[in-house]
Nanobody, 124 residues
């Protein structure tokens, strides 16, 4: 049974930083793409960042480029999202997801497994 558990969310002031973690279990993820998405109240889920398996290629949404960094540790089956220079508009529930193919995708429907999410709140 595949499980994804996010952690690291919380309340932070604008300009601050948070590091989200997503611990995966139940399969070997080293060849899978992994991604972060977010959903704010009243809004649709939106793509944030994604990373390929062993090659570690990355792709970001325009609104986080230069501020967020996605990384992974395949030995720990964990993917991270380092978030710097946070803004109030970054407030959302952040979820990690696994796509069981190597190719990147920004489309949430292309992902096979999801975590339950962690709340990130940025105060102004």
């Amino acid at each position: 049974q595949v499980q994804l558990v996010e952690s690291g969310g919380g309340l932070v002031q604008a300009g601050g930083s948070l590091r989200l973690s997503c611990a995966a279990s139940g399969r070997t993820f080293s060849r899978d793409s992994m991604g972060w998405f977010r959903q704010a109240p009243g809004k649709e889920r939106e793509f944030v960042a994604t990373i390929t398996g062993s090659a570690g290629g990355t792709y970001y949404a325009d609104f986080v480029k230069g501020r967020f960094t996605i990384s992974r540790d395949n030995a720990k089956n964990t993917v991270y999202l380092q978030m710097n220079s946070l803004k109030p508009e970054d407030t959302a529930v952040y979820s990690c997801a696994v796509r069981t193919v190597a190719f990147l995708s920004t489309n949430p429907s292309r992902y096979d497994y999801w975590g339950q999410g962690t709340q990130v709140t940025v105060s102004s």
